[in-house]
């Protein structure tokens, strides 16, 4: 089918519901659609998959969309066929399927039904699917999450490097190749493994305006300030991100304990655990997902309202990727990150011992996070000069920073001292040298390189101390100075900071913000948007959930938010004006659930009944008591003591400090098995005679009576305590 042919803004219509297309996605398509190869760096909520979902349904043959995740494979197999009359138009091709299951996709494959086939790269290289593909006529081949191609990619994976031979093996047709990652570096390689290195490239922007970021301080009431949150979104999707398994149990089971619907995910769960979790949140049947970041790529879920990072992440790319997954449908996106100097200072302390130059690539990325967390200016300017674009609003109007900001000072002195200082030292030296320097202190750095001696050592430590980070930061963003990122961060001056110092000018700046205040209130944040009737809204959520649960399908892949809260507004009562709704084509219509929507809205219309909703109520949980039901479990399944002290991360110690704190607290506890293995049966009786007949059960007093092993007597007297008393 000839592009020309084709007006796309009615494809777009008719089997997406949308009225137009967003960013690149309709010149990316015609340049599928006219045949050549083509590239696509757009970041996470860009709208990559409908790029080349469209043309595979107005081209002749069947698109392969190569794809590294099985679930994402699934996802958007039924995001197509419920656009669909025809159950076959999209399927997969991987390990999950029988042989009866992979034959009928062959079936349809060959009945002309199938026009998008998702293959994992491994099930690509089997000889039988390569042989059977080689009689089909391909539209198209769309590599996605294509970054795993390249070796210099986060998430490199070896069987990508096999898709350019393949391929040539089962037939020529354009490549669309699609990724979010940012680096020049990436792109090239990926460009020269699939030999398209004259596709036609397009780039989007990073800016995500509909993304809220803010930085809060980190204090011990973390948990509540979670809680309140995310009971002031009620009934709201999102995801929470720590850095270690244990706090992403202990925070889920926080969040259950006041009523929030919440499951922990990360690596050390078992795979069907981990793919239920992810249906759970698909289907809605729980509303946050607390994760390590082992969760996420591969959710095409475009109604996650937040996202929490717990504890600030190890690089700006990374918080990045991981924000990026909350409001991929254009609306409310909430982005919170709680900081502290401790967790930077923990993250800095698990780099000990690595390699050297690992070791100083991981805190010039730490350190990038930390300038982030700490900035007074706007968050957005920040994040895309990191991504090397450039944002010259001065408002965003969507961080803490803008709608909070901060009185600018003049620093024109100190950016020409910073300069000047950067020249006199060979721009050699990476920015938090460069502060030192100024600042006058001396370093073991600074006196190996003998600059304690230098006339500019020191210039600075009179001022504010405070100034100088903010210095360094808003010349990189103003363009005066530059940051080689791949030679060790080291500060160059640019042609306009040459400029600058022989011709001074006025220099704004904000200082840094400090955390790790006790009083450090966390503001509510207003929704952009809500449903003129939420009554209405919910109603018609509640009916959404019902009808997923009946076709075993997300629900947004029934109807999404957008066009949940537009029929809130509109009250939409037949099926011609659904048609009108955002997201709501002739395909969307035609499906059996459509009339159960408009009947809801016309009975609603005609009752016009007003339901009230619950008070806000938040309840705190104690940590410790965590722990002790996950040692009383351990216990019940006969696990070693010491298995268990390692497996929650605590001294042995204090791990028969909480045993013994949960016998004394009347809960029987059996640790027979345990004893078995490490007490000899007439020693144990010696130390269990000994508290029968004693009048106390203080430890010194037993240790100077019975002698030996410490932990010997403390693991007795708990026995002891958990037979006698409980």
Request: net charge negative; proline share 3%; glycine share 6%.
């Amino acid at each position: 089918m000839k592009e020309g042919k084709i007006n796309l803004a009615e494809a777009l219509k008719k089997y997406f519901g949308f009225d137009k297309f967003k960013g690149d996605q309709e010149a990316i398509i015609k340049n599928l659609l006219a045949g050549k190869d083509t590239f696509v760096l757009m970041p996470t909520g860009g709208g990559k998959s409908l790029c080349y979902q469209l043309p595979s349904l107005l081209m002749d043959g069947v698109a392969i969309v190569i794809s590294p995740l099985i679930a994402l494979m699934k996802n958007q197999v039924d995001v197509i066929s419920n656009l669909s009359e025809h159950a076959g138009t999209a399927h997969y091709l991987n390990s999950s399927l029988n042989k009866s299951a992979i034959d009928q996709v062959k079936a349809d494959i060959r009945a002309g039904i199938t026009k998008l086939l998702y293959v994992a790269p491994e099930s690509l290289t089997k000889e039988d699917n390569v042989e059977f593909l080689k009689t089909v006529k391909i539209s198209f081949y769309a590599i996605d999450e294509a970054h795993c191609i390249s070796e210099w990619g986060h998430d490199f994976r070896p069987e990508y490097r096999r898709i350019r031979p393949l391929v040539n093996e089962i037939g020529q047709a354009p490549i669309i190749a699609l990724t979010a990652t940012a680096t020049d570096k990436v792109r090239t390689d990926i460009k020269k493994n699939l030999g398209i290195v004259d596709a036609t490239e397009f780039k989007s922007s990073f800016n995500r305006p509909n993304l809220y970021y803010e930085v809060r301080s980190k204090t011990k009431d973390v948990d509540k300030d979670i809680i309140r949150f995310i009971k002031q979104h009620p009934g709201k999707s999102g995801i929470i991100y720590c850095l270690s398994r244990k706090k992403v149990e202990e925070l889920a089971e926080i969040l259950r304990a006041n009523d929030i619907k919440a499951l922990p995910y990360h690596a050390g769960l078992d795979s069907g655990t981990r793919t239920q979790t992810q249906d759970d949140f698909l289907m809605q049947e729980i509303d946050v997902i607390v994760a390590t970041i082992a969760f996420g790529m591969g959710i095409d879920k475009p109604d996650v309202r937040f996202v929490i990072h717990y504890d600030i992440p190890k690089s700006l790319e990374g918080y990045y990727q991981e924000t990026g997954r909350a409001g991929r449908d254009g609306r409310e996106g909430i982005c919170l990150a709680f900081y502290s100097y401790k967790d930077l200072q923990k993250l800095d302390k698990f780099m000990e011992g690595k390699p050297v130059a690992e070791q100083d690539i991981g805190r010039q990325l730490l350190s990038e996070t930390a300038a982030y967390a700490e900035t007074s200016i706007c968050r957005r300017k920040m994040l895309l000069h990191y991504f090397g674009e450039l944002y010259n609003e001065d408002n965003c109007h969507n961080c803490d920073n803008c709608l909070h900001p901060k009185t600018k000072i003049e620093a024109q002195d100190e950016l020409k001292l910073t300069l000047s200082v950067i020249l006199q030292l060979k721009e050699n030296f990476r920015a938090d040298y460069i502060i030192d320097f100024i600042m006058g202190k001396e370093t073991e750095e600074i006196i190996a390189h003998r600059h304690q001696d230098h006339e500019l050592f020191g210039a600075g430590e009179d001022g504010d101390s405070k100034v100088w980070n903010p210095v360094v930061r808003q010349a990189l963003i103003d363009g005066y100075l530059t940051k080689e990122v791949e030679n060790y961060g080291l500060l160059k001056l640019t042609a306009e900071g040459k400029r600058f110092l022989k011709n001074p000018h006025p220099f704004m700046i904000v200082k840094d913000r400090e955390f790790g205040d006790e009083d450090d209130v966390m503001p509510e944040h207003d929704g952009m948007t809500s449903a003129l009737d939420p009554t209405l809204s919910a109603m018609l959520r509640d009916l959404r959930k019902r009808v997923s649960k009946r076709m075993e399908r997300p629900p947004y892949v029934i109807f999404q938010d957008v066009s949940i809260e537009q029929m809130a507004t509109d009250y939409p009562v037949t099926l011609e004006e659904l048609k009108n709704i955002q997201g709501v084509g002739e395909g969307k219509v035609k499906q059996p659930y459509a009339k159960e929507f408009v009947d809801l809205i016309k009975r609603y219309c005609d009752e016009n009944d007003i339901v009230r909703q619950a008070d806000l109520r938040v309840r705190t949980v104690a940590k410790k008591s965590l722990l002790k039901v996950k040692i009383i479990q351990s216990i019940d399944r006969q696990i070693a003591l010491d298995d268990i002290a390692t497996a929650q991360n605590i001294g042995f110690d204090e791990l028969l400090d909480e045993v013994e704190a949960i016998v004394y607290s009347g809960t029987k506890l059996n640790i027979d098995y345990f004893l078995e293995e490490v007490i000899d049966d007439d020693r144990l009786d010696e130390i269990y005679d000994y508290f029968a007949e004693s009048e106390t059960d203080k430890l010194d007093d037993a240790i100077r009576e019975l002698g030996g092993d410490e932990d010997e007597i403390r693991l007795v007297r708990i026995k002891f305590i958990s037979d006698m008393a409980n």
